[in-house]
């Protein structure tokens, strides 16, 4: 079991920025993705950026430029950098956790934190 605690939520202005973290914990493997997804209302979830145990980084074509995703091994935390922030990103910002091993997948999700920019 893998636990994901994410913060950093937050009502912003268009423009603005914002810091979320995700901590986790619970039996990690050392090789792993961990990434950032976002559902809005009435919307699909969807990929935000992700990264590599390896630290490499992949991201939406909609926030390149703008955001940055980072990880922590040694503390098991990951973050997304957010600048530049537009309305329509208001959404719930989930951390997500990917692994296979021996053939099984383990793949678990954060409760979400919201993201409100504001026009």
């Known amino acids: 079991q893998v636990q994901l605690v994410e913060s950093g939520g937050g009502l912003v202005q268009a423009g603005g920025s914002l810091r979320l973290s995700c901590a986790a914990s619970?039996?990690?493997?050392?090789?792993?993705?961990m990434g950032w997804y976002r559902q809005a209302p009435g919307k699909q979830r969807e990929l935000v950026a992700r990264?590599?145990?390896?630290?490499?980084?992949n991201y939406a074509d909609s926030v390149k430029g703008r955001f940055t995703i980072s990880r922590d091994n040694a503390k098991k935390m990951v973050y997304l950098q957010m600048n530049s922030l537009k309305p329509e990103e208001t959404a719930v910002y989930y951390c997500?956790?990917?692994?296979?091993?021996?053939?099984?997948?383990?793949?678990?999700w954060g409760q979400g934190t919201q993201v409100t920019v504001s026009s």
């Open positions: 997500n956790y990917f692994a296979t091993r021996l053939g099984n997948e383990y793949d678990y």
């Open positions: 619970g039996s990690i493997f050392s090789i792993n993705v």
């Open positions: 990264i590599t145990s390896g630290g490499w980084p």
